[in-house]
T-cell receptor, first 113, second 109 residues
């Protein structure tokens, strides 16, 4: 059974479109994260939710909006996509937001044309 | 300058060699993580440590809190160890991880 799953795995879209990436974890974890990995492979935190509550909100454009309907799901919606949004987006989860091990999803490669 | 610096950025070695990847950080931390990113893109957590040393199979991670430095060692390296190894730290009092730029390791048969 997949612990942290993301859909879709690949997403190719035009500039200006709105798209969503879904993430689900079946580990019973309380905390979920969204990371962006740029073309240089640098990982950066975007958002983190603990029990459906936003606890980390890094400096990302407000075109990016996370939504956590329950603690097993954390979706990422992106409005008005731009070329610079092209990257791999990783979802992760951990038992708590402290020093716990994080489990990563397989990533979603977003390409904006 | 990034809070977390790894060296080397790229490392190529022959099968069987002992590998060391270094990570230096500039802030007080509550934990340090070592992650492995496979060529296919998946990321796996290898170690989380806040002091001393941890071992898992052929992998050993050490940390020196006073020197703000950690090393990841691979003994008897194998081509399947080829991946990007990423160091990440959680600053004291912070909730987010800050990542190094990664070290691309290639083990040739």
């Amino acid at each position: 059974d997949t612990a942290v799953s993301q859909t879709p795995k690949y997403l190719v879209t035009q500039m200006g479109n709105d798209k969503s990436i879904k993430c689900e974890q079946n580990l019973g974890h309380d905390t979920m994260y969204w990371y962006k990995q740029d073309s240089k492979k640098f990982l950066k935190i975007m958002f983190s939710y603990n029990n459906k509550e936003l606890i980390i909100n890094e400096t990302v454009p407000n075109r990016f909006s996370p939504k956590s309907p329950d603690k097993a799901h954390l979706n990422l919606h992106i409005n008005s996509l731009e070329l610079g949004d092209s990257a791999v987006y990783f979802c992760a989860s951990s038992q708590d937001s402290g020093t716990d091990t994080q489990y990563f999803g397989p990533g979603t490669r977003l390409t904006v044309l | 300058k990034n809070e977390v610096e790894q060296s080397p950025q790229n490392l190529t070695a022959q099968e069987g060699e002992f590998i060391t990847i270094n990570c230096s950080y500039s802030v007080g931390i509550s934990a340090l993580h070592w992650l492995q990113q496979h060529p296919g893109g998946g990321i796996v957590s290898l170690f989380m440590l806040s002091s001393g040393k941890k071992k898992h199979g052929r992998l050993i991670a050490t940390i020196n809190i006073q020197e703000k430095h950690s090393s990841l060692h691979i003994t008897a390296s194998h081509p399947r160890d080829s991946a990007v190894y990423i160091c990440a730290v959680r600053s004291r009092g912070a909730q987010k991880l800050v990542f190094g730029q990664g070290t691309r390791l290639t083990i040739n048969p």
